[in-house]
Protein backbone atom coordinates (compact mmCIF):
# COMPACT_ATOMS: atom_id res chain seq x y z
CA UNK A 1 0.00 0.00 0.00
CA UNK A 2 1.10 3.35 -1.05
CA UNK A 3 2.09 5.96 2.07
CA UNK A 4 -1.10 8.44 2.00
CA UNK A 5 -0.43 11.62 0.16
CA UNK A 6 0.59 14.33 2.37
CA UNK A 7 -2.28 17.53 3.22
CA UNK A 8 -1.56 21.17 2.99
CA UNK A 9 -2.96 21.48 6.44
CA UNK A 10 -3.34 19.37 9.37
CA UNK A 11 -5.79 17.23 10.12
CA UNK A 12 -8.33 17.54 13.05
CA UNK A 13 -6.28 15.94 16.27
CA UNK A 14 -3.01 16.16 14.56
CA UNK A 15 -0.12 18.72 15.33
CA UNK A 16 2.54 19.18 12.43
CA UNK A 17 5.16 16.95 14.65
CA UNK A 18 2.66 14.16 13.76
CA UNK A 19 1.96 15.02 9.98
CA UNK A 20 5.55 15.91 9.49
CA UNK A 21 6.67 12.15 8.37
CA UNK A 22 4.35 12.25 5.78
CA UNK A 23 6.29 15.24 4.26
CA UNK A 24 7.36 14.78 0.49
CA UNK A 25 4.84 11.67 -0.47
CA UNK A 26 3.18 12.28 -3.66
CA UNK A 27 -0.29 14.49 -3.43
CA UNK A 28 -3.26 13.18 -5.63
CA UNK A 29 -3.43 14.77 -8.89
CA UNK A 30 -5.88 16.28 -11.11
CA UNK A 31 -7.08 13.21 -13.06
CA UNK A 32 -9.93 11.51 -11.27
CA UNK A 33 -7.92 9.54 -8.46
CA UNK A 34 -7.94 12.38 -6.38
CA UNK A 35 -10.63 11.27 -4.14
CA UNK A 36 -9.53 7.51 -4.19
CA UNK A 37 -6.09 8.56 -2.95
CA UNK A 38 -8.00 10.94 -0.62
CA UNK A 39 -9.97 8.43 0.91
CA UNK A 40 -6.86 5.78 1.54
CA UNK A 41 -5.02 8.46 3.09
CA UNK A 42 -7.96 9.05 6.22
CA UNK A 43 -7.92 5.14 6.26
CA UNK A 44 -4.46 5.27 7.07
CA UNK A 45 -4.25 8.11 9.08
CA UNK A 46 -6.74 6.24 11.45
CA UNK A 47 -4.90 2.93 11.61
CA UNK A 48 -2.33 1.84 14.88
CA UNK A 49 0.31 1.09 12.42
CA UNK A 50 0.37 4.18 9.94
CA UNK A 51 -1.29 6.99 12.26
CA UNK A 52 1.52 8.54 13.63
CA UNK A 53 5.16 8.89 11.96
CA UNK A 54 7.52 10.54 14.37
CA UNK A 55 9.58 8.02 15.92
CA UNK A 56 13.31 7.86 15.60
CA UNK A 57 15.96 4.96 15.30
CA UNK A 58 16.36 4.72 19.49
CA UNK A 59 12.34 4.00 19.14
CA UNK A 60 12.84 1.72 16.18
CA UNK A 61 15.64 0.25 18.84
CA UNK A 62 13.89 -0.48 21.53
CA UNK A 63 10.57 -1.96 19.72
CA UNK A 64 13.01 -3.97 18.20
CA UNK A 65 14.99 -5.13 21.31
CA UNK A 66 11.34 -5.74 22.83
CA UNK A 67 10.36 -7.91 19.94
CA UNK A 68 13.33 -10.01 19.69
CA UNK A 69 14.57 -10.75 23.30
CA UNK A 70 10.97 -11.73 24.21
CA UNK A 71 10.89 -14.77 26.25
CA UNK A 72 11.90 -16.99 24.32
CA UNK A 73 15.72 -16.18 25.60
CA UNK A 74 14.53 -18.46 28.61
CA UNK A 75 13.63 -21.75 26.39
CA UNK A 76 17.06 -21.61 25.16
CA UNK A 77 19.12 -23.81 27.28
CA UNK A 78 16.65 -26.49 27.20
CA UNK A 79 16.97 -26.44 23.74
CA UNK A 80 20.18 -27.03 23.75
CA UNK A 81 19.57 -29.93 26.32
CA UNK A 82 18.67 -31.72 23.18
CA UNK A 83 20.78 -30.26 20.72
CA UNK A 84 24.41 -30.92 22.62
CA UNK A 85 26.56 -28.64 22.82
CA UNK A 86 28.09 -28.75 19.20
CA UNK A 87 24.65 -28.68 17.63
CA UNK A 88 23.61 -26.13 19.95
CA UNK A 89 26.15 -23.37 19.38
CA UNK A 90 26.15 -24.11 15.85
CA UNK A 91 22.14 -23.79 15.46
CA UNK A 92 22.34 -20.40 18.19
CA UNK A 93 25.27 -18.93 15.74
CA UNK A 94 23.51 -19.70 12.52
CA UNK A 95 20.02 -18.76 13.68
CA UNK A 96 21.51 -15.08 14.41
CA UNK A 97 23.02 -14.81 11.59
CA UNK A 98 20.11 -15.94 9.55
CA UNK A 99 17.96 -13.94 10.84
CA UNK A 100 19.84 -10.91 10.96
CA UNK A 101 20.34 -11.06 7.07
CA UNK A 102 16.35 -12.08 6.65
CA UNK A 103 15.39 -9.18 8.47
CA UNK A 104 17.82 -7.11 6.24
CA UNK A 105 16.19 -7.98 3.34
CA UNK A 106 12.43 -7.14 5.05
CA UNK A 107 13.83 -3.70 5.76
CA UNK A 108 15.53 -2.97 2.30
CA UNK A 109 12.14 -3.97 0.69
CA UNK A 110 10.32 -1.60 2.60
CA UNK A 111 10.69 1.42 0.33
CA UNK A 112 10.48 -0.02 -3.52
CA UNK A 113 9.32 1.43 -6.71
CA UNK A 114 8.64 4.14 -5.21
CA UNK A 115 5.96 2.92 -2.66
CA UNK A 116 6.19 2.41 1.19
CA UNK A 117 5.39 -1.37 2.35
CA UNK A 118 3.80 -0.32 5.91
CA UNK A 119 2.81 -3.86 6.56
CA UNK A 120 4.70 -7.09 5.89
CA UNK A 121 1.31 -8.99 4.25
CA UNK A 122 1.42 -5.67 1.79
CA UNK A 123 5.05 -7.03 0.92
CA UNK A 124 3.57 -10.35 0.49
CA UNK A 125 0.94 -8.81 -1.98
CA UNK A 126 3.13 -7.03 -3.79
CA UNK A 127 5.82 -10.40 -4.20
CA UNK A 128 2.82 -12.29 -5.44
CA UNK A 129 -0.20 -11.03 -5.52
CA UNK A 130 -2.99 -9.80 -3.43
CA UNK A 131 -4.68 -13.23 -2.96
CA UNK A 132 -1.58 -15.48 -3.13
CA UNK A 133 0.14 -12.89 -0.91
CA UNK A 134 -2.42 -12.98 1.53
CA UNK A 135 -1.88 -16.97 2.00
CA UNK A 136 1.29 -17.67 2.09
CA UNK A 137 1.95 -14.71 4.65
CA UNK A 138 -1.20 -14.21 6.44
CA UNK A 139 -1.49 -17.51 8.40
CA UNK A 140 1.80 -18.35 9.85
CA UNK A 141 2.02 -14.37 10.83
CA UNK A 142 -1.12 -15.11 12.55
CA UNK A 143 0.42 -17.99 14.26
CA UNK A 144 3.24 -15.84 15.62
CA UNK A 145 0.92 -12.67 16.44
CA UNK A 146 -1.60 -14.33 18.12
CA UNK A 147 0.83 -17.82 19.36
CA UNK A 148 3.31 -14.59 21.21
CA UNK A 149 0.11 -13.27 22.29
CA UNK A 150 -0.53 -16.38 24.22
CA UNK A 151 2.52 -17.99 25.34
CA UNK A 152 3.18 -14.31 26.70
CA UNK A 153 0.34 -14.35 28.72
CA UNK A 154 0.90 -17.66 30.00
CA UNK A 155 4.78 -16.74 30.50
CA UNK A 156 3.50 -13.69 32.75
CA UNK A 157 1.34 -15.94 34.69
CA UNK A 158 4.14 -18.38 35.50
CA UNK A 159 6.56 -15.67 36.75
CA UNK A 160 3.91 -14.39 38.82
CA UNK A 161 3.30 -17.67 40.18
CA UNK A 162 6.53 -18.48 40.73
CA UNK A 163 7.19 -15.17 42.61
CA UNK A 164 4.32 -15.42 44.81
CA UNK A 165 6.08 -19.12 45.55
CA UNK A 166 9.49 -18.24 46.36
CA UNK A 167 7.55 -14.99 48.45
CA UNK A 168 4.99 -16.78 50.40
CA UNK A 169 5.04 -18.20 53.76
CA UNK A 170 3.99 -21.45 55.24
CA UNK A 171 0.28 -21.44 55.15
CA UNK A 172 0.06 -20.59 51.62
CA UNK A 173 -2.64 -20.03 49.99
CA UNK A 174 -3.22 -21.98 47.33
CA UNK A 175 -3.33 -19.72 44.21
CA UNK A 176 -2.95 -21.41 41.03
CA UNK A 177 -1.26 -20.71 37.24
CA UNK A 178 -4.89 -19.53 36.23
CA UNK A 179 -5.32 -17.42 38.27
CA UNK A 180 -2.46 -15.35 38.11
CA UNK A 181 -2.88 -15.29 34.23
CA UNK A 182 -6.01 -13.57 35.02
CA UNK A 183 -3.84 -11.02 36.85
CA UNK A 184 -1.62 -10.34 34.44
CA UNK A 185 -4.19 -9.98 31.72
CA UNK A 186 -6.07 -7.83 33.82
CA UNK A 187 -2.42 -5.56 33.15
CA UNK A 188 -2.92 -5.84 29.79
CA UNK A 189 -6.47 -4.55 29.51
CA UNK A 190 -5.23 -1.05 30.51
CA UNK A 191 -2.18 -1.29 28.10
CA UNK A 192 -4.44 -2.64 25.21
CA UNK A 193 -6.04 0.95 24.60
CA UNK A 194 -2.84 2.43 23.51
CA UNK A 195 -3.65 3.66 19.80
CA UNK A 196 -0.33 2.98 18.30
CA UNK A 197 2.90 2.24 18.10
CA UNK A 198 4.68 5.09 18.83
CA UNK A 199 2.42 5.26 21.67
CA UNK A 200 4.01 2.27 23.14
CA UNK A 201 7.83 3.86 23.01
CA UNK A 202 7.99 4.32 26.99
CA UNK A 203 6.58 0.83 27.39
CA UNK A 204 9.15 -0.90 24.57
CA UNK A 205 12.05 1.07 26.87
CA UNK A 206 10.95 -0.32 29.82
CA UNK A 207 10.29 -3.55 28.52
CA UNK A 208 13.84 -3.88 26.77
CA UNK A 209 15.70 -2.26 29.52
CA UNK A 210 13.56 -5.49 32.06
CA UNK A 211 14.38 -8.32 28.95
CA UNK A 212 18.50 -7.24 29.73
CA UNK A 213 18.22 -7.10 33.40
CA UNK A 214 16.72 -10.69 33.37
CA UNK A 215 18.82 -12.11 30.55
CA UNK A 216 21.88 -11.10 32.77
CA UNK A 217 20.70 -12.54 36.32
CA UNK A 218 19.75 -15.56 34.67
CA UNK A 219 23.31 -15.99 32.95
CA UNK A 220 24.69 -14.85 36.58
CA UNK A 221 22.46 -16.69 38.98
CA UNK A 222 23.53 -19.97 36.67
CA UNK A 223 27.41 -19.46 36.76
CA UNK A 224 27.15 -18.62 40.65
CA UNK A 225 24.72 -21.89 40.72
CA UNK A 226 27.79 -23.85 38.97
CA UNK A 227 27.14 -27.23 37.51
CA UNK A 228 24.40 -29.87 39.20
CA UNK A 229 26.29 -32.97 40.46
CA UNK A 230 26.89 -35.69 37.62
CA UNK A 231 25.54 -33.08 34.95
CA UNK A 232 24.97 -34.79 31.66
CA UNK A 233 25.17 -33.27 28.37
CA UNK A 234 24.13 -35.79 26.36
CA UNK A 235 20.76 -37.91 25.60
CA UNK A 236 21.36 -41.20 27.17
CA UNK A 237 18.29 -40.39 29.39
CA UNK A 238 15.79 -40.45 26.43
CA UNK A 239 14.25 -43.25 24.60
CA UNK A 240 15.16 -42.61 20.56
CA UNK A 241 11.60 -41.41 20.27
CA UNK A 242 11.47 -38.99 22.62
CA UNK A 243 15.46 -37.60 21.75
CA UNK A 244 14.32 -36.94 17.97
CA UNK A 245 11.06 -34.98 18.72
CA UNK A 246 13.11 -33.72 21.49
CA UNK A 247 15.41 -32.24 18.68
CA UNK A 248 12.94 -31.54 16.01
CA UNK A 249 11.15 -29.40 18.86
CA UNK A 250 14.34 -27.92 20.29
CA UNK A 251 14.64 -25.84 16.51
CA UNK A 252 11.05 -24.65 16.67
CA UNK A 253 12.27 -23.39 20.50
CA UNK A 254 15.29 -21.06 19.06
CA UNK A 255 13.25 -20.24 15.96
CA UNK A 256 10.30 -19.05 18.28
CA UNK A 257 13.26 -16.48 19.85
CA UNK A 258 13.52 -14.26 16.61
CA UNK A 259 10.11 -13.61 16.00
CA UNK A 260 10.74 -9.55 15.75
CA UNK A 261 10.37 -10.18 12.05
CA UNK A 262 6.66 -10.03 12.17
CA UNK A 263 6.52 -6.41 13.38
CA UNK A 264 9.83 -4.95 11.22
CA UNK A 265 8.06 -3.45 8.47
CA UNK A 266 4.96 -2.23 11.59
CA UNK A 267 7.92 -0.92 12.96
CA UNK A 268 9.67 1.01 10.18
CA UNK A 269 6.67 2.10 8.65
CA UNK A 270 6.45 4.79 12.54
CA UNK A 271 9.87 6.24 10.96
CA UNK A 272 9.53 9.54 8.73
CA UNK A 273 10.29 9.76 4.77
CA UNK A 274 11.81 11.26 3.11
CA UNK A 275 14.47 11.25 3.06
CA UNK A 276 14.64 7.29 3.40
CA UNK A 277 13.63 4.85 6.50
CA UNK A 278 16.34 2.36 5.57
CA UNK A 279 19.40 3.80 7.17
CA UNK A 280 18.07 4.48 10.61
CA UNK A 281 15.85 1.54 10.69
CA UNK A 282 19.39 -0.76 10.47
CA UNK A 283 20.89 1.27 13.23
CA UNK A 284 18.34 0.61 15.29
CA UNK A 285 18.08 -2.80 14.49
CA UNK A 286 22.06 -3.52 14.31
CA UNK A 287 22.10 -1.82 18.30
CA UNK A 288 18.76 -4.32 19.43
CA UNK A 289 20.85 -7.81 17.54
CA UNK A 290 23.92 -6.67 19.85
CA UNK A 291 21.88 -7.19 22.79
CA UNK A 292 20.08 -10.15 21.68
CA UNK A 293 23.67 -11.48 20.99
CA UNK A 294 24.48 -10.77 24.50
CA UNK A 295 21.15 -12.42 25.86
CA UNK A 296 20.65 -15.58 24.02
CA UNK A 297 24.39 -16.70 23.98
CA UNK A 298 25.03 -15.82 27.47
CA UNK A 299 21.72 -17.21 28.91
CA UNK A 300 22.31 -20.41 26.67
CA UNK A 301 25.74 -21.36 27.34
CA UNK A 302 24.92 -20.59 31.22
CA UNK A 303 22.32 -22.18 31.90
CA UNK A 304 23.29 -25.71 29.69
CA UNK A 305 26.41 -25.68 31.54
CA UNK A 306 24.68 -25.83 34.98
CA UNK A 307 22.11 -27.66 34.87
CA UNK A 308 23.18 -30.06 31.55
CA UNK A 309 19.87 -31.97 29.94
CA UNK A 310 17.39 -31.48 33.54
CA UNK A 311 17.21 -28.06 32.21
CA UNK A 312 13.83 -26.68 32.98
CA UNK A 313 11.92 -25.12 29.99
CA UNK A 314 12.30 -21.42 31.93
CA UNK A 315 15.77 -21.16 33.38
CA UNK A 316 14.57 -19.43 35.98
CA UNK A 317 12.87 -22.25 37.50
CA UNK A 318 15.61 -24.41 37.51
CA UNK A 319 17.65 -21.93 39.05
CA UNK A 320 15.14 -20.86 42.00
CA UNK A 321 17.94 -19.09 44.66
CA UNK A 322 18.78 -16.60 45.96
CA UNK A 323 15.11 -16.19 46.76
CA UNK A 324 15.62 -12.38 46.12
CA UNK A 325 17.55 -12.48 42.87
CA UNK A 326 15.40 -14.64 41.28
CA UNK A 327 11.76 -12.78 42.72
CA UNK A 328 13.01 -9.88 41.17
CA UNK A 329 13.80 -11.55 37.68
CA UNK A 330 10.41 -13.03 37.36
CA UNK A 331 9.12 -9.49 37.95
CA UNK A 332 11.10 -8.35 35.24
CA UNK A 333 10.05 -10.79 33.24
CA UNK A 334 6.50 -9.67 33.59
CA UNK A 335 7.32 -6.38 33.26
CA UNK A 336 8.74 -7.17 29.80
CA UNK A 337 6.09 -9.36 28.26
CA UNK A 338 3.77 -6.92 28.92
CA UNK A 339 5.07 -4.66 26.91
CA UNK A 340 5.99 -7.37 24.15
CA UNK A 341 2.72 -8.70 24.37
CA UNK A 342 1.32 -5.34 23.25
CA UNK A 343 4.47 -4.67 20.08
CA UNK A 344 3.25 -7.98 18.61
CA UNK A 345 -0.76 -7.31 19.16
CA UNK A 346 -0.56 -3.83 17.74
CA UNK A 347 -0.66 -5.63 14.01
CA UNK A 348 -3.24 -7.41 14.72
CA UNK A 349 -5.61 -4.32 16.16
CA UNK A 350 -4.09 -2.65 13.01
CA UNK A 351 -5.91 -5.47 10.29
CA UNK A 352 -9.04 -5.38 12.43
CA UNK A 353 -9.23 -1.63 12.97
CA UNK A 354 -8.51 -1.33 8.90
CA UNK A 355 -11.31 -3.90 8.04
CA UNK A 356 -13.55 -1.70 10.73
CA UNK A 357 -13.09 1.68 9.22
CA UNK A 358 -13.06 0.10 6.04
CA UNK A 359 -16.43 -0.98 6.43
CA UNK A 360 -17.85 2.45 7.82
CA UNK A 361 -17.51 2.11 11.45
CA UNK A 362 -16.20 4.66 13.65
CA UNK A 363 -13.41 4.01 15.25
CA UNK A 364 -14.08 5.82 18.33
CA UNK A 365 -12.40 5.04 21.91
CA UNK A 366 -15.50 2.67 22.95
CA UNK A 367 -15.18 0.92 19.95
CA UNK A 368 -11.39 0.08 20.51
CA UNK A 369 -12.66 -0.19 24.07
CA UNK A 370 -14.83 -2.96 23.30
CA UNK A 371 -13.14 -5.63 20.54
CA UNK A 372 -9.68 -4.70 22.12
CA UNK A 373 -10.66 -6.06 25.52
CA UNK A 374 -12.63 -8.78 23.96
CA UNK A 375 -9.28 -9.71 22.19
CA UNK A 376 -7.28 -9.76 25.84
CA UNK A 377 -9.91 -11.76 26.97
CA UNK A 378 -9.52 -14.33 24.35
CA UNK A 379 -6.04 -14.49 24.65
CA UNK A 380 -6.54 -15.21 28.82
CA UNK A 381 -8.97 -17.94 28.19
CA UNK A 382 -6.86 -19.88 25.29
CA UNK A 383 -3.70 -19.16 27.52
CA UNK A 384 -5.58 -21.03 30.67
CA UNK A 385 -6.61 -24.05 28.59
CA UNK A 386 -3.18 -24.87 27.31
CA UNK A 387 -0.35 -23.17 29.48
CA UNK A 388 2.59 -25.87 27.89
CA UNK A 389 5.45 -22.78 27.74
CA UNK A 390 7.85 -24.67 25.99
CA UNK A 391 6.05 -26.89 24.20
CA UNK A 392 3.69 -23.45 22.91
CA UNK A 393 7.39 -21.69 22.33
CA UNK A 394 8.92 -25.07 19.55
CA UNK A 395 5.18 -25.03 17.63
CA UNK A 396 4.87 -21.39 17.37
CA UNK A 397 8.22 -20.71 16.58
CA UNK A 398 8.26 -23.94 13.60
CA UNK A 399 4.81 -23.17 12.67
CA UNK A 400 5.30 -19.62 12.85
CA UNK A 401 8.27 -18.38 13.07
CA UNK A 402 10.36 -19.94 11.07
CA UNK A 403 8.30 -19.26 7.57
CA UNK A 404 8.02 -15.73 8.43
CA UNK A 405 11.33 -15.02 9.89
CA UNK A 406 13.74 -17.39 7.84
CA UNK A 407 12.22 -18.50 4.46
CA UNK A 408 9.76 -15.96 3.15
CA UNK A 409 11.49 -13.08 3.74
CA UNK A 410 14.60 -14.82 1.31
CA UNK A 411 11.42 -15.98 -1.17
CA UNK A 412 9.96 -12.31 -1.48
CA UNK A 413 13.04 -11.12 -1.80
CA UNK A 414 13.87 -13.46 -5.17
CA UNK A 415 10.92 -12.77 -6.28
CA UNK A 416 10.95 -8.10 -5.68
CA UNK A 417 14.42 -7.53 -6.42
CA UNK A 418 15.71 -10.77 -8.90
CA UNK A 419 19.03 -10.92 -8.04
CA UNK A 420 21.58 -12.43 -10.68
CA UNK A 421 22.98 -15.54 -10.43
CA UNK A 422 25.96 -14.71 -10.18
CA UNK A 423 25.05 -12.72 -7.01
CA UNK A 424 25.71 -13.82 -3.20
CA UNK A 425 22.43 -12.50 -2.13
CA UNK A 426 20.88 -15.10 -4.54
CA UNK A 427 22.82 -18.00 -3.61
CA UNK A 428 21.96 -17.28 -0.02
CA UNK A 429 18.65 -16.38 -0.24
CA UNK A 430 18.04 -20.52 -2.00
CA UNK A 431 19.61 -21.73 0.85
CA UNK A 432 18.24 -20.15 3.57
CA UNK A 433 14.75 -21.38 1.39
CA UNK A 434 15.55 -24.36 1.93
CA UNK A 435 17.21 -25.66 4.78
CA UNK A 436 14.57 -23.16 6.82
CA UNK A 437 11.43 -25.12 5.05
CA UNK A 438 13.13 -28.52 6.22
CA UNK A 439 13.63 -26.96 9.91
CA UNK A 440 9.90 -25.60 9.45
CA UNK A 441 8.21 -28.89 9.10
CA UNK A 442 10.38 -31.31 11.18
CA UNK A 443 9.88 -28.41 14.13
CA UNK A 444 6.35 -28.29 13.65
CA UNK A 445 6.31 -32.16 14.34
CA UNK A 446 8.13 -31.91 17.28
CA UNK A 447 6.49 -29.22 19.24
CA UNK A 448 3.37 -31.25 17.95
CA UNK A 449 4.17 -33.81 19.47
CA UNK A 450 5.40 -32.56 22.77
CA UNK A 451 2.32 -30.40 23.12
CA UNK A 452 -0.38 -33.92 22.81
CA UNK A 453 2.09 -35.25 25.25
CA UNK A 454 1.92 -32.20 28.19
CA UNK A 455 -1.91 -32.41 27.40
CA UNK A 456 -2.08 -35.95 28.52
CA UNK A 457 -0.98 -35.52 31.76
CA UNK A 458 -1.75 -32.14 32.28
CA UNK A 459 -4.78 -30.92 35.02
CA UNK A 460 -6.77 -27.99 33.32
CA UNK A 461 -7.94 -24.63 35.08
CA UNK A 462 -5.54 -25.01 37.86
Known sequence: MDDPPSRECELPGKGSAATAGLTGDAKPQANGLGSDL?????????????GDRTATWKSSAFHNVTAMVGAGVLGLPSAMAYLGWPGGIIVLILSWIISLYTLWQLCVMHEHDGKRFNRYHELAQHAFGK???????????LIVLIGLGITYTVTGGQSL????QLLCTEPCRPFGLSAWIVVFSSAQLFLSQ????????????????MSITYSTIAFGASVAHGRVPDVQYNLDGFTLANGLFGVWNALGTVAFAYGGHNVVLEIQATLPSPPETLRPMMKGVYVAYALVAWC???VSVAGY??????????ILLSIGSPKGLIVAADIFVVIHVLGSYQVYTMPVFDMIEHSLVKHGIRNDGLVRLAYRSAYVVIIAFIACTIPFFRDL???IGALGTGPTTFWIPPLIYLVVKKPSMRSGHFWA??????????????????????????????????
Open 194 to 209: CPNFNALTMVSLCAAI
Open 305 to 314: WAFGNTVQGN
Open 429 to 462: SWVILILCVIVTVLGSIGALRGIITAASSFHFYE
Open 131 to 141: TMGNWILLPPQ
Open 393 to 395: MGF
Open 296 to 298: YFT
Open 38 to 50: NSRYDVEYKLPIT
Open 161 to 164: HAAW
